[in-house]
Each structure stands twice: as structure tokens, then as C-alpha cells.
């Protein structure tokens, strides 16, 4: 069975630092997601793509944030300079197309643990 | 008031009870309501799915929704310690933006 996969599965790092996340999707989605879940609460939205397009960045912290998806397959967000705040889930979502959640099922990879000391 | 309020327990029961989660919300524009279950240190999957209200039955689980009381709930007969892992509710109004609940950590205890 197809799957999104992520690496790396964990990362620590001291403020400051930059990280770098990578997913690739399930071969042949479009459309591509990265989500934030801290500890104890619901993933949230942080960017979506369709295809190489950003379609969504309005909760993506630019200032320190950045995502890309090159040649819309896989997809790099990057964190410069991590902040203790940052200590999250990084997950990644796929989908065929945009659309509604019946028809263009959105599925996750395992996530990126971020620790930042 | 967030947008979708979820307990998020820890909900302990023993196994071969019924297990009643639910989630309320406040957004009327929400018409497909999702249930999600994440294990540890893994990834949500997407588990049960409704669209507007009504009830859905997949082998032991059954979703229901009123949105009159804009009120879901998931129910998981004759739980099994599998089912240990933190159940998500998510929301949307048709577009593929999804709104989740903080998610109930359910422990089944054999």
C-alpha cells in the first residue's frame, strides 16, 4: 500500500539552528500538505500546495518558515532560526486533487518529532 | 471559543465495553465531519467519514452527527486493546480545508 513518508522521523536541535523536513507524497497526489501538531492538540495547517503552487500559506511563519515542492513531487520545510516554540509534529498530508474531504481523502505520513533545546 | 471542542481525556475502559467520543463545534458552515485515530508516534488515519447529519455504521464503529446541536459523536463497540490510540474529530465546509478537535487518548484495558 502506497505511503507518504517523511524523514527524518526525529530531530533535536538547539534555537537557533536551522532544520529541514522532507516528504514525498503517494505517487500521483497533487496536492500536498504540511501540518503542525503540538503536543496534546489537533494538526494544523501550515502550508498546502497544488502541484509546485502554493495555494495556501496564510498560518506558515514566514519570517522563519519556508516550504517548497520544486518540481511538484516532493517537498522540503525548512525552519531558520528554530525557536523553543517550534517543538512539534511536522506532519505531511497528501491527496489526489483539492477538493472535498470525501472525495480527495487526505493521508499522513508518521511525522517529523521536533525537539528544540 | 475555538472552532471544534474535543475532551482530551485520557478515556480509560475495559475492553469489550462501548466507547462513546464526541466533539462539538460552532462553525454551521460545517458539513463533512471525520474521524480520525492516531497511534503513537504515528501519523492520523482517516477512520470514519459522514457527510450533513445522520449515522454511519463500519463494522464496529458507528459516527453520528447532529448538527442541529452541532454535536458528533464516534461509538466503538466491543473495544479491543488495538483500539488504544488517540481518536481525532475534524471538521470542513466543503472545501479540503480540515479543521481537527485536540484529540481523546483512549486506553483500552484488557
Known amino acids: 500500500e502506497a505511503e507518504v513518508a517523511q524523514s527524518p522521523r526525529y530531530k533535536i536541535t538547539e534555537k537557533s539552528q536551522a532544520v529541514a523536513f522532507w516528504c514525498d507524497p503517494i505517487s500521483g497526489h497533487a496536492t500536498l500538505y504540511w501540518y503542525r501538531q503540538i503536543l496534546g492538540q489537533g494538526p494544523e495547517l501550515l502550508v498546502q500546495?497544488?502541484?509546485?503552487?502554493?495555494?495556501?500559506d496564510s498560518q506558515l511563519p514566514k519570517d522563519r518558515f519556508s516550504a517548497e515542492r520544486l518540481k511538484g513531487v516532493d517537498s522540503t520545510l525548512k525552519i531558520q532560526p528554530a525557536e523553543l516554540g517550534d517543538s512539534a509534529m511536522y506532519l505531511c498530508?497528501?491527496?489526489?486533487?483539492?477538493?472535498?474531504?470525501?472525495?480527495?481523502?487526505?493521508?499522513f505520513g508518521p511525522g517529523t518529532r521536533l525537539t528544540v533545546l | 471559543q475555538k472552532e471544534v471542542e474535543q475532551d482530551p481525556g485520557p478515556l480509560s475502559v475495559p475492553e469489550g465495553a462501548i466507547v462513546s467520543l464526541n466533539c462539538t463545534y460552532s462553525n454551521s458552515a460545517f458539513q463533512y465531519f471525520m474521524w480520525y485515530r492516531q497511534y503513537s508516534r504515528k501519523g492520523p488515519e482517516l477512520l470514519m467519514y459522514t457527510y450533513s447529519s445522520g449515522n454511519k455504521e463500519d463494522g464496529r464503529f458507528t459516527a453520528q452527527v447532529d448538527k442541529s446541536s452541532k454535536y458528533i459523536s464516534l461509538f466503538i463497540r466491543d473495544s479491543q486493546p488495538s483500539d488504544s490510540a488517540t481518536y481525532l474529530c475534524a471538521m470542513s465546509a466543503g472545501d479540503d480545508k480540515i479543521i481537527f478537535g485536540k484529540g481523546t487518548r483512549l486506553h483500552i484495558l484488557p
Open positions: 498530508a497528501s491527496s489526489i486533487q483539492q477538493g472535498t474531504p470525501l472525495t480527495d481523502t487526505q493521508y
Open positions: 500546495f497544488q502541484d509546485e503552487s502554493v495555494v495556501d
